[in-house]
């Protein structure tokens, strides 16, 4: 099983819905965060969290939210859904060393 | 403009030459970068990570930086077909509160 685990994997969704993307992990981390990938554009910071009741907006954080409910588990929210949310989102989870991030497999949004 | 700056590629090389990749940074307060490796459809991986000005070696790859430059480079030596996905280049330091801030990423495309 992966240590950091997303759900959905794969979501079509239409405009102005809500809808959650779940992350979980079992590596013990306090640090989470999620990321957005999008073509000629990398990764980009939506939210952070360095432990239960710590949240930080990243690069890109207008339209999301997010809830870290418990050490192990992070979500991402899209109050109302639009189509430039169209993307591939990672979690990921760090120990606050030397920067290594452990990425779960991905969530792909279709906003249409 | 980003913080973090790299050419978007693809980049093609012949089996068994070397590599380059580049990436600029404009944050001089960033004290930590990183490669990661993505390969199609899958997550980021790390492969290395370098803090101190000069190079640093791991097997086939060696990682370059130049803080006066604000500019850091990975060299791929002896490069195979296996070596073909996205490496993202990531800055990070204490000005970054702990986050990473990742580049666009240069697609490598080696060929047999």
């Known amino acids: 099983d992966a240590d950091v685990t997303q759900t959905p994997r794969n979501r079509i969704t239409k405009t102005g819905k809500r809808i959650m993307l779940e992350c979980s992990q079992t590596?013990?981390?306090?640090?989470m965060y999620w990321y957005r990938q999008d073509p000629g554009l990398g990764l980009r910071l939506i939210y952070y969290?360095?432990?239960?009741?710590?949240?930080n907006k990243g690069e890109i954080s207008d339209g999301y939210s997010v809830s870290r409910q418990a050490q192990a588990k992070f979500s991402l929210s899209l109050e109302s859904a639009i189509p430039n949310q169209t993307a591939l989102y990672f979690c990921?989870?760090?120990?606050?060393?030397?920067?290594?991030?452990?990425f779960g497999e991905g969530s792909r949004l279709t906003v249409l | 403009q980003k913080e973090v700056e790299q050419n978007s590629g693809p980049l093609s090389v012949p089996e068994g030459a070397i590599a380059s990749l580049n990436c600029t940074y404009s944050?001089?307060?960033?004290?930590?970068f990183f490669w990661y490796r993505q390969y199609s459809g899958k997550s980021p991986e790390l492969i290395m990570f370098?803090?101190?000005?000069g190079d640093k070696e791991d097997g086939r790859f060696t990682a370059q930086l130049n803080k006066a430059s604000q500019y850091v480079s990975l060299l791929i030596r002896d490069s195979q077909p296996s070596d073909s996905a996205t490496y993202l280049c990531a800055g990070g330091g204490y000005n970054q509160g702990g986050k990473l801030i990742f580049g666009q990423g240069t697609e490598l495309s080696v060929k047999p």
């Open positions: 590596k013990g981390h306090d640090r």
């Open positions: 969290s360095f432990d239960v009741k710590d949240i």
């Open positions: 370098i803090y101190s000005n």
């Open positions: 944050d001089r307060g960033s004290q930590s």
């Open positions: 990921a989870t760090s120990d606050g060393g030397p920067g290594e991030l452990f």
